[in-house]
């Protein structure tokens, strides 16, 4: 018989991980006098059982390895060793828990690597950033994947982490919910694996093609985002806030506000989730569930959000086809909407609708929007809006009445940037133009 840990040594994971595969019976032990005894056969079963799925690589015994455990919040999901030579995770033992694994990362197959790549650098800065060159030159880092493994994978977009196999880390003290960001960093830094000191900040694991940066006050976490060309983008999102707060209800969307003023003013939103729940993307929602052929890409989503539980996927996604369409939001991709998970009650919910400043034509040019252009390119499930807007199944939501003014405010807002004083004119043409098509298809509905 042998102890917990003399059994998590044997396994190369960690006793919490043992005493899960005690629990869920998957190794046989004993308990004698309080103690948990495991079986040396059941161990060496288990390591044969291993080995025939293709054998362990040798682990962390190269000099550019280091060993990690994935954790979600307290939960121990999975063994991993990254590469900070290949700036990559090079391998992922098999046991995992998948109760608390990522959304549509594993399936009933277990290990995909390559897809856990993928999703790590996902949760970052993507390599279309406005102005990533000078951000990772100030940063000392050649890739944005460098930042994420810098901060341990710590964000304020869901709970997931990596915990050094040799420390004592602990979701409490290091996670940038409850904690200052500085003092998270001065934990952090010493583990980092490519031996860099950059500061940990949640910054480094923020998604998004704008500039935006993290900022604490009173207590309340907010992020500020700029604008590019125009510095339009942040008056979109108030514009978009004030549409959402005539026709939704509170909860149903990120309300957002200006700090500063002119081109380069930023946008102000706090954040949407609690320090136990998590923002899955679309795009790992639809993996959740294996491909119907039969169902389109709507209904293979609605399908997924089902299998998970939300019954009211359809009425929220109904809102945020109408609102997008409203104001010509052309980049609501399938990272900046999904579902909403308490990794501890494992329910989710939609999330809020959030990020609408890539719309009312900011990448337009003046003399392409003074030709009278209306239409847009949308992303959620088909390129054309029309089309998309034959998805909405309900909009007895929708009071024709409370658009009344919508327009004027719109650009009340916009007029506060000067540089877009040109621009105006043809971005109330267009919006008008929208908003009563959008009247004249509830009507007809």
Not at 51 to 68: D, L, V, Y
Not at 104 to 120: K, P, R, T, V
Not at 265 to 273: K, N, V
Not at 375 to 400: C, G, H, I, N, R
Request: hydrophobic share 40%; net charge negative; aromatic share 8%.
């Amino acid at each position: 018989m042998l102890t917990t840990h003399q059994a998590a040594q044997l396994l190369g994971v960690s006793d919490r991980r043992v005493q899960a595969l005690v629990r869920d019976g998957a190794i046989a032990a004993q308990k004698v006098s309080g103690v948990w005894l495991i079986s040396e056969d059941s161990i060496k079963e288990r390591i044969a059982t291993v080995s025939k799925k293709g054998g362990r690589p040798a682990r962390g015994r190269g000099k550019s390895e280091t060993e990690f455990t994935l954790m979600n919040r307290g939960h121990e999901i999975v063994q991993v060793i990254y590469d900070s030579r290949r700036k990559e995770f090079t391998y992922i033992n098999p046991e995992i828990d998948k109760t608390h694994s990522p959304i549509g990362l594993f399936d009933s197959a277990g290990n995909m690597l390559a897809d856990f790549n993928s999703w790590w650098r996902g949760r970052g800065i993507p390599q279309t950033r406005h102005r990533l060159d000078a951000l990772l030159e100030e940063a000392g880092a050649d890739l944005p994947q460098e930042l994420i493994q810098r901060n341990l994978g710590l964000s304020l977009s869901d709970q997931y982490w990596i915990r050094p196999n040799s420390s004592t880390l602990a979701w409490e003290d290091v996670n940038f919910f409850n904690n200052d960001f500085n003092q998270v960093s001065l934990i952090t830094e010493e583990y980092a694996a490519d031996g860099k000191t950059a500061v940990a900040k949640p910054d480094n694991t923020s998604d998004g093609n704008l500039e935006k940066r993290w900022v604490c006050r009173n207590g309340k976490r907010l992020l500020l985002k700029g604008g590019t060309q125009y510095g339009q983008e942040p008056y979109n999102e108030v514009v978009a806030t004030a549409l959402h707060r005539r026709l939704l209800k509170r909860g149903d969307y990120v309300p957002y506000g200006i700090e500063g003023e002119g081109a380069t003013a930023l946008s102000r939103c706090t954040i949407f989730l609690t320090d136990e729940e998590e923002f899955i993307p679309a795009l790992y929602v639809e993996r959740h569930l294996e491909r119907d052929a039969r169902l389109n890409d709507y209904e293979h989503y609605l399908a997924c959000c089902e299998a998970l539980g939300v019954h009211a996927a359809a009425s929220s996604l109904d809102r945020m086809i109408v609102c997008d369409d409203i104001i010509a939001n052309h980049d609501r991709h399938h990272r900046n909407f999904g579902l909403i998970r308490n990794v501890e009650s494992l329910e989710c919910r939609p999330a809020p609708i959030f990020d609408s400043g890539s719309s009312l034509w900011c990448d337009v040019p003046t003399s392409q929007l003074a030709a009278g252009e209306h239409s847009f390119e949308s992303k959620q499930f088909y390129a054309s809006p029309a089309k998309q807007m034959l998805l909405v199944q309900d909009m007895t939501w929708l009071d024709a009445r409370k658009l009344d003014g919508f327009v004027e405010e719109a650009l009340s807002i916009l007029a506060k940037n000067e540089a877009l004083t040109a621009r105006l004119p043809f971005i109330k043409a267009s919006l008008e133009w929208r908003v009563s098509r959008m009247i004249n298809i509830a009507e007809w509905n």
